[in-house]
């Protein structure tokens, strides 16, 4: 799980090429672990969510921080 001190640090190395008021952050409810089964409707939820927000900002470059996306 990301915790905001990590959230931070990464914009904080960010910081010398894009400002903070470019940077966001998406984090959909969880859990939404697929392999379980009574998480298959959130985590369909959350990846809905995140393609409304990522086409919303209109991004150049979406970074993803997470070693497994979803999890």
Do not use: C
Not at 8 to 23: R, S, Y
Not at 41 to 65: L, M, Q, T
């Amino acid at each position: 799980m990301y915790t905001a001190h990590n959230v931070a640090e990464v914009k904080k190395q960010f910081l010398d090429i894009l400002p903070l008021d470019e940077m966001f952050v998406f984090s959909g409810l969880g859990p939404i672990e697929y392999r379980d089964i009574s998480n298959h409707g959130r985590s369909s939820a959350a990846k809905k969510s995140r393609d409304i927000a990522i086409a919303n900002i209109n991004p150049d470059i979406v970074y993803v921080i997470g070693f497994f996306e979803v999890y």
